[in-house]
């Protein structure tokens, strides 16, 4: 079966705009999580779903940062006013549930902030 | 707060060598699972290899496995018989084995980029 997808690839952005991020999981994977990777740096967590609801946004730096998963299945991670700080690899994974199941990762987002 | 730092930005190794990446961790926590993770320029994360706390025996997966010391809170990874493909940022991580304060995020360390040398 297909693994996790993540769309665009690739995104360019001037300082200020807004964008969208979409990760498309495993079919079957209730738990879905985002996480940051920085130039150099390892994955950090942003946000958690376990099935529709958002179980642990602890992660998300401020309130420009906000994501949905409205049918449980398709998450939207979503950046208002964008900075040049956002410029990251945003990274996609999705489980089964419980905490022993690996977590599958999609190839990631570039964003770049100019 | 659980922490997990690797000390060896890079590494490089001859093709057909063994070579050992270091990784020590910090928690409060008796149960947990560590991690080392693949991710080649595509920068897609791959599982290498896994270890559960409360396992004595280290965890091994073909040419890849580790030596999980617990009281010292150190988990390095060994590749035998390098192999060109091996090529990579490898990256440790942790994660707790109860939902507690935090939902089973994997907390990882800065990364330690692997070259094979033919």
């Known amino acids: 079966g297909a693994g996790v997808s993540q769309t665009p690839s690739n995104k360019v952005t001037e300082k200020g705009k807004y964008v969208e991020l979409r990760c498309d999981p495993i079919?079957?994977?209730?738990?879905l999580y985002w996480y940051r990777q920085s130039l150099g740096q390892g994955p950090e967590f942003l946000i958690y779903?376990?099935?529709?609801?958002?179980?642990?946004d602890s992660g998300l730096p401020n309130d420009r940062f906000f994501a949905v998963r409205p049918e449980g299945s398709v998450s939207t991670l979503k950046i208002q006013r964008t900075e040049r700080g956002d410029s990251a690899v945003y990274l996609c994974?999705?489980?089964?549930?419980?905490?022993?199941?690996?977590?599958?990762f999609g190839p990631g987002t570039r964003l770049t902030v100019l | 707060a659980q922490t997990v730092t690797q000390s060896q930005p890079e590494m490089s190794v001859q093709e057909a060598e063994t070579v050992t990446l270091s990784c020590t961790y910090d928690?409060?926590?008796?149960?947990?699972?560590l991690f080392w993770y693949k991710q080649p320029p595509s920068r897609q994360m791959i599982l290498v290899i896994r270890?559960?706390?409360?396992?004595?025996q280290n965890a091994t997966e073909n040419r890849f496995s580790v030596n999980f010391q617990k009281a010292a809170k150190s988990f390095s990874l060994k590749i035998s018989d390098s192999q060109l493909g091996d090529a990579a940022m490898y990256f440790c991580?942790?994660?707790?084995?109860?939902?507690?304060?935090?939902?089973?995020?994997?907390?990882f360390g800065k990364g330690t980029k692997l070259s094979v040398k033919p």
């Open positions: 994974a999705s489980s089964l549930v419980g905490l022993y199941n690996e977590q599958f």
């Open positions: 079919s079957g994977h209730t738990a």
């Open positions: 779903f376990q099935g529709t609801g958002a179980a642990d």
């Open positions: 928690t409060s926590e008796s149960d947990y699972y």
């Open positions: 270890q559960e706390a409360y396992k004595q």
């Open positions: 991580a942790y994660r707790s084995s109860n939902y507690g304060g935090s939902q089973g995020n994997l907390i």
